[in-house]
């Protein structure tokens, strides 16, 4: 495509998408292919939501990926948006006091959920571990 060709709306991925859902059998192949991705994105956020790392995050991509096609993802997409923008509003007003000891109370939650994991997945106390380590 040269630069003097004018860009159309069938060359954008919405205009892609439109054409995809035009024909049945393609529209049919879209709506799967965008289910079975979403739920493998999904699985794995929910299944490192106990691990350090972007688990939730994970899982709202797939939540991203499954809103392309489904009406229901889209509005749940929506709603944790505006929730999760509200607690970040709300959690920005405090004070620096009351937002340290939220952060803290976070890092426990997130480290008591790592050992945890730790504990019934490998049967290793990561707390003895750390004070066997400091001791010696």
């Known amino acids: 495509m040269s ?16 054409r995809i859902r035009s024909n049945r059998t393609s529209h049919l192949a879209l709506k799967v ?18 691990l350090p790392g972007p688990g939730w995050a ?6 991203a990926i499954w809103a392309v096609e489904f009406v ?9 948006k505006k ?3 509200a607690w970040t509003h709300w ?13 803290l109370l976070g890092f426990v939650f997130i480290s008591a ?3 945890l994991s730790v504990k019934l997945t490998m049967d290793v106390d990561l707390i003895v571990k750390i004070r066997d380590f400091l001791t010696t």
Do not use: C, E, N, Y
Request: glycine share 10%.
């Open 113 to 115: 959920v790592v050992w």
């Open 91 to 103: 959690v920005m007003r405090q004070s620096l006091p009351l937002r340290a000891l939220i952060g």
């Open 3 to 18: 630069q003097s060709d004018p860009v159309t709306d069938s060359d954008s991925p919405v205009g892609v998408l439109d």
């Open 72 to 80: 229901w993802a889209r509005h749940l997409l929506h709603f944790t």
């Open 33 to 50: 292919g965008i289910g079975i991705l979403g739920a493998v994105v999904v699985a794995v956020g929910i299944a490192l939501i106990p």
């Open 58 to 63: 994970i899982v709202i991509l797939g939540l």
């Open 83 to 85: 929730h999760v923008q």
